[in-house]
């Protein structure tokens, strides 16, 4: 292995330590849209709120394939566990399917019988939200 393909998979401590703050405001923010979203009956809260889920899988699933692929290499395993991130972007993949689908299904359901959404709420929400998005952005650019 080239020295330029290990540093590629080689996350400091404190890579690790933005990873977790930003899981740790991703965690919070999607409980907030989830209660905002359904308080407010906004569709677009709830879904971004998904969406929060699957950042926040993906984070934890990238904390678990970092710690996986520092494991050595074995006599079975002569590229060590590296494919781990690879089977976490899988997941992540899958997952982020299964909220579209679900998205998906309440757009349809609402376009059949459309719910009055509870602006004021959903708006603050949302911003929490965007500055939420925006924070993990600055922590996670780094890594």
Do not use: C
């Not at 990873?19 to 209660?35: D, G, P, S, Y």
């Amino acid at each position: 292995m080239n020295a330029q393909h290990a540093e590629a998979h080689n996350i400091t401590s404190e890579g690790s330590r933005r990873l977790w703050v930003t899981l740790a405001i991703v965690l919070t923010v999607m409980v907030a849209e989830v209660i905002g979203g359904f308080l407010s009956d906004s569709l677009a809260l709830v879904g971004d709120a998904g969406h929060m889920l699957v950042d926040a899988l993906a984070l934890g699933l990238s904390l678990f394939a970092i710690r996986l692929a520092r494991r050595p290499a074995t006599t079975n395993r002569t590229y060590g566990y590296h494919r781990a991130e690879i089977m976490a972007a899988l997941a992540n993949g899958a997952i982020l399917a299964l909220v579209s689908v679900y998205v998906f299904y309440e757009a349809v359901q609402r376009l059949a019988s459309p719910v009055p959404v509870r602006t004021p709420l959903m708006l603050v929400v949302a911003s929490i939200g965007l500055v939420a998005n925006i924070a993990g952005v600055l922590l996670l650019r780094k890594v």
